[in-house]
């Protein structure tokens, strides 16, 4: 299988559940479109829907760009409250890698950036035989974000999520820090500890800001389209990426590989193979 050459994806993962993940997707959503292109937000399996709540498939559809958002359809919405792999035997179903692949590279050639959140950690199970990280792996996204919560714990799991995504062939580009809701003693000092534990080089911390469409403007989220981008190297410059703000060592590091050209957006021959 190959990805669809039309549009970036840009991949939200993370260590675990509950953590900000489809808080920072739809901000990156709001980001890309605040520059001029079209993005779409996508949740193709989610569990536990169906109560008063808006679903993160919701929250992602609706921050998509207009025209793309019929086209926005689950691949599961899973009512049990549960794992989705679990969720989905109890429905009577199975997920398959095919047909999120399917769904996955539609979309993508709707819009410029598609952004992809799926369910749990990257190594949540869909299936008795798939795990998301199998998911990322066929997908090969453009740039695939691990969030992890800055509270304690988090060197720990952002070390065994990085070691097990090198061990399985899946590429991490950057760690996404996220605030918690309740800050303990390690929030704020996680950070400058991750090399510790991975040689992931990007890494952010997200500020806490409760509405997604104020995070996008923030400059950590500039900062990680602006590293996606940057794994796209072709000539053709359809838009330019706005300077990052300097937010120093404590909230950005990694972005010191900027060879001076601005990275170019979605391009319509985008080869990935
Ligand atoms: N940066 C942030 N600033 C303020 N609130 C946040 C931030 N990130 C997450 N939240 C809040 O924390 C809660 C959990 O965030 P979110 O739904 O994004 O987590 P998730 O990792 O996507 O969860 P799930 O595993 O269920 O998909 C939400 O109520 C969200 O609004
Ligand atoms: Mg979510």
Do not use: C, Y
């Not at 062939?169 to 929030?187: E, K, Q, R, V």
């Not at 510790?196 to 400059?219: G, Q, S």
């Amino acid at each position: 299988m190959t990805s669809s050459p039309r549009s970036l994806l840009l991949l939200v993962t993370g260590t675990g559940t509950s953590i900000g993940k489809t808080h920072l997707a739809v901000a990156l959503v709001h980001a890309v479109q605040a520059l001029g292109h079209s993005a779409a937000g996508f949740k193709p399996i989610e569990s536990g829907v169906g109560g008063p709540e808006a679903t993160d498939f919701d929250r992602l559809r609706d921050a998509s760009t207009f025209h793309v958002k019929p086209s926005i359809r689950p691949v599961r919405a899973l009512p049990a409250p549960i794992s989705p792999h679990l969720a989905a035997a109890d429905a009577g179903t199975t997920i398959e890698l095919s047909e999120l692949f399917s769904a996955v590279t539609a979309l993508q050639s709707l819009v410029d950036v598609l952004v992809l959140e799926l369910p749990g950690g990257l190594f949540s199970p869909l299936s008795p035989t798939l795990v998301n990280g199998d998911v990322a792996r066929v997908l090969r996204p453009t740039a695939t974000w691990l969030v992890a919560p800055d509270r304690l714990g988090v060197l720990h799991d952002v070390g065994a999520a990085s070691r097990a995504a090198a061990a399985d062939g899946i590429g991490i580009d950057g760690i996404a820090l996220a605030p918690p809701a309740a800050p303990d003693a390690s929030t704020g000092r996680n950070f400058a500890e991750l090399p510790l534990v991975t040689r992931v080089v990007h890494r952010v911390t997200i500020p806490r800001v409760a509405a997604p469409e104020a995070l996008a403007a923030d400059a950590s989220v500039a900062t990680i389209l602006k590293v996606s981008l940057h794994r796209v190297h072709q000539p053709a410059a359809l838009q330019t990426m706005p300077d990052v703000t300097d937010l120093g060592e404590d909230r950005v590091v990694g972005d010191d590989d900027d060879d001076g050209a601005a990275p170019s957006l979605v391009p319509d021959d985008i080869a990935k193979t």
